[in-house]
């Protein structure tokens, strides 16, 4: 991961400060250069989503805690449902549901499993796919994040 500059860490240390005393959970800051321009990123959530109203007015407050880093574009967003897992509370909170991993380099043929999480540790995470438990070193995983079925959501949503 790239080291991060003195002026990001404590707009991270204001986010997550702020998050907290609107009742919100910080996920995560990045700092991305795209075809477009630099974009520094703030997710936040909180159970049950959030709204655009709460992402405005996060926004507007931390805007100026984000005066010493050179970006060209700012989002306040929500991580979505699919959020990559990278702390321990992700974990936890995936416990028991399915989870979608890529992998840098094929594992039998494979570079995308999906597969029930099971435990986790700090090198590793347990799936159990088709029944079988399958542990995979942090160090092979790419990306970890809950698993969305899309199909099923449709499905579910037009019976109603």
């Not at 990123?41 to 159970?47: A, E, G, K, V």
């Not at 995470?125 to 070193?137: C, D, K």
């Amino acid at each position: 991961m790239p080291k991060k500059t003195a002026s990001l860490s404590l707009l991270e240390k204001a986010a997550q400060q702020l998050a907290g005393e609107m009742g919100l959970e910080y996920v995560d800051t990045e700092l991305v250069k795209e075809p477009g321009g630099r974009f520094l990123r703030i997710y936040i959530d909180q159970p049950g989503g959030i709204t655009l109203e709460q992402l405005e007015s996060y926004h507007r407050q931390i805007r100026s805690a984000a005066d010493d880093i050179d970006y060209d574009y700012m989002e306040v967003s929500s991580p979505g449902a699919d959020r990559p897992l990278k702390k321990p509370r992700d974990f936890e909170r995936a416990r028991g549901k399915s989870v979608e991993v890529k992998l840098y380099a094929p594992l039998d043929g494979a570079k995308q499993l999906v597969g029930t999480l099971q435990d986790w540790d700090e090198n590793s995470v347990t799936l159990e796919i088709n029944q079988n438990p399958v542990r995979l070193e942090f160090k092979l995983i790419a990306l970890i994040r809950p698993f969305v079925d899309v199909e099923s959501e449709l499905e579910a949503s037009t019976d109603l």
